[in-house]
């Protein structure tokens, strides 16, 4: 599935050059730094590294949702031809959810406790289609949980009435509601368990291929990547250090970061190994080193790297990674 | 929800209760029987026969504490709390009758004004964080309202009823126009009640400013307003249907902890202004030793504070789902 729908690429978001950071104190704290990648139309792009690695940022600031004291200070993030960095408030108003949804790390606190389902499925129907009656509102949102699979019945209860998995499925529901191109999801699983993941996630494979949108996936977790992703971009302290087809990236990682961060992960089918997992803790990012990010923990450093922060190297045409060892 | 509700509603029987328990045993422990004060007072001119008489008018009965306490019962909910000492023979009903409209007129007014406006104040000052209304507003009427209200009270008269003679400070009306449905009676209750009113709401408001912009600003942080922005919501929805919905949960408890301080504010707000209201006949009974008129007048208040509470409940009942699942 992945060669496929990367060959006819058509981009939807390109992400060019995006820094994001925070102001605290005095000082500037650099989360995001000058990352740019693309997603192309009907794709499934996973953004993968470990906590604090500056996904969440990104993913936020896509739509420009970052909030004080994050501050978007240079980049562009075009979709369809427009730059939505650019965009005045009201533009951003439309925008939002018309074209690009999310959906929030956690589903067990991004429904809004004392309104229905039905309320928050139908707000953001009414606000971007006023024309709608409240006939055609109600056919549409008893649709939409029919399609998560939740009954239509419940559509007038309340999010503490829904188990987490439905308060999921019903987030998904409203993210589906405009029929966005693009689904920005950030860590969609993470309070779930597996079985319900499983539904999820399986349930969500289902839609994309129905509706065709592109999936930003935002996780740590490169297994659940592995089944739905077309492409893998990981990132490190806010750079982009790799990004590569899905397959490349579980079995042919180029920078040393991503092969730690694949080892770390057991492998059910194959044969049992000793998990490598990455020496050291997450950099501080008030002090950023001269060289590259990853030296002090890279178990391939060389003098070199201590000195410069290497570039993003073209590998092949779908393969780029950060590393002076591969040039 | 018949869960919730009903045991709230026992809660507040068995709160009544201990009121009227405590309402019937005080004047009775207390040193100094009015019966004697009377008796004293009068030099002679009421006989020990009589006083007996006066006594059993007044629902106290000989007789074992039982006896005296059902028949104390049986009083208060025939609506019988006897006659006033001090307005003898005029029933304490019908005096408690007569100067609580004037204070529900200055709780309900000065309470609507101070809590739509510090609530209104204090959501746009947390949704504007740091903004102009913010730096202004919140800081300034906090200060106002750090003021104690006695201390507020007595400049508000001084300044605006005496200084610059704008209002009337004292009555509840010109005693000289008639009690009536005429513009010119609504008139003078207006003025007459404006500076009370004022009083009350600069000392509410920035409570109220406060406990809303906190309670905001917690909310704020919460996962659904930032949904409800990505979901391209206008910016008042977000404030209003997302954050403030959300943010006035705990307002409405902290309400519902503090009518009890808001009616005594009020009392001596009563006081200050010689306001015809209950406060200002709680004075007039507390110096003139009338303890039937005390005992109803606390009774009617504990009554007040408890139906306030109640409506509180309800109103947490209509704004949280969550309470209503049964």
Known sequence: ?327 | MGGYLSSRLFYYIAAFAVALTFNFLLPRLMPGDPFEIMFAASQGKIQPAQLEVLKEQFGFVSGPWHVQFWEYIKGIFSGDLGPSLIYYPTPVTEIIAGSMPWTLLLAGVSSFISITVGLSLGIFAAYHRGGKLDSIASPGLTLLGAFPQMVSAMLILFLFGLHLDWLPISYGYDPDIDAGWTLEFFLSVASHAALPLLTLVISGLGGWLFLMRNSMINTLGEDYITMGKAKGLSGRRVMVQYAARNAILPVVTAVALNIGFLVAGLLIIEMIFNYPGVGNMMLTAVSGRDYPLLQGLLLTIVGCVLVANFLADLAYLWLDPRLRKS
Not at chain 1, 94 to 110: G, L, P
Not at chain 1, 172 to 190: F, G, R, V, Y
């Open chain 1, 1 to 327: 599935m992945s060669e496929q729908s990367v060959k006819q690429s058509q981009p939807l978001m390109d992400i060019r050059g995006l820094s994001v950071e925070y102001l605290v104190g005095d000082r500037r704290l650099r989360a995001v730094d000058n990352v740019s990648f693309t997603i192309n139309k009907g794709e499934t792009v996973g953004l993968a590294g470990e906590s604090g690695c500056g996904k969440s940022t990104l993913a936020f600031a896509l739509t420009k949702l970052q909030k004080p004291p994050a501050l978007i200070v240079e980049g562009e993030v075009i979709f369809d031809g427009k730059d939505v960095l650019a965009f005045d408030e009201e533009e951003l108003r439309r925008f939002r959810w018309k074209e690009t949804s999310v959906v929030f790390q956690s589903a067990m606190n991004c429904l809004n406790p004392v309104i229905s389902i039905n309320q928050q499925i139908c707000d953001v129907l009414r606000v971007h289609n006023p024309a709608m009656n409240r006939g055609e509102l109600q056919d549409r949102a008893r649709e939409l949980l029919r399609i998560v699979g939740i009954h239509p019945d419940r559509l007038n209860q309340y999010p503490h009435q829904f188990s987490g998995g439905m308060r999921q499925r019903a987030v998904l529901a409203i993210s589906l509601a405009l029929k966005p191109q693009l689904i920005i999801m950030d860590e969609p699983t993470t309070a779930l368990d597996v079985v319900v993941e499983r539904e999820i996630m399986d349930q969500l494979s289902e839609l994309k291929e129905q509706f065709g949108f592109s999936i930003l996936l935002i996780s740590h977790d490169l297994s659940l990547m592995g089944e739905i992703t077309d492409r893998i971009a990981v990132m490190y302290a806010g750079k982009l250090v790799e990004i590569a087809p899905t397959e490349d990236v579980l079995f042919r990682p180029q920078h040393p970061y991503t092969k730690g961060l694949v080892n770390s992960f057991p492998d059910l089918l194959g044969e049992k190994k000793e998990l490598t997992g990455i020496a050291g803790n997450p950099m501080n990012l008030f002090n950023p080193p001269a060289g590259c990010y990853f030296e002090e923990r890279c178990p391939e450093s060389t003098e070199q790297c201590k000195k410069s922060d290497p570039t993003l190297i073209t590998l092949n045409s779908q393969h780029k990674a950060k590393c002076h060892l591969l040039s």
